[in-house]
């Protein structure tokens, strides 16, 4: 796996140039996640599942095909996740709308963005969010 990381990164670039180099990164890490996605499915359907599926295809039940989106489902989901908001982040950048909170149109970090590169709220509104959620989910369950 080649490293591209360039030493000038504190050199001042301005903002196409940075918005490119971006894109360029999302892109590579959406492939990425497209390849470790694609090797899993292989997996599944060459390794130990594919007996439970032949099992099941034996038995003349056709419901194998669920059984086989069921289980690729929760294996991929979380790379799906990470695809959409990849996804999203080079809409965003597209757009022009790239970096800025969703919630307080404030600028989110660089810092932030080196760490998580498709954030799409600011640290404080992105904390506020979670409790606001932990919130919900509290009152959701004492009802
Ligand atoms: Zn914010």
């Given amino acids: 796996m080649a490293k591209e990381l360039p030493n000038d990164a504190d050199r001042e670039i301005d903002s196409k140039e940075r918005s490119d180099k971006l894109l360029k990164m999302l ?3 959406r492939e990425e996640i497209v390849k470790e996605a694609q090797k899993e499915i292989r997996k599944f359907k060459n390794g130990e599942k594919k007996q439970i599926v032949e099992t099941v ?4 039940d056709m419901s194998f095909v669920d059984l086989a989106e069921d289980i690729s489902l ?3 989901s979380a790379h799906r996740d990470k695809l959409l908001k990849i996804d999203e982040a080079i809409r965003k950048i597209n757009e022009g709308t790239y ?3 969703e ?9 932030r963005l080196k760490v998580i590169p498709f ?9 506020k969010k979670e409790i606001l959620e932990k919130i919900k989910q509290m009152e959701e369950q004492s009802q």
């Avoid at 954030?119 to 904390?127: N, S």
């Fill in 27 to 29: 892109i590579k890490m």
């Fill in 57 to 60: 295809l034996d038995d003349g």
């Fill in 74 to 76: 929760t294996q991929l």
């Fill in 99 to 101: 970096g800025i909170c």
């Fill in 103 to 111: 919630e307080c149109g404030d600028e989110i970090s660089v810092n």
């Fill in 119 to 127: 954030a799409t709220h600011c640290r404080d509104c992105q904390e």
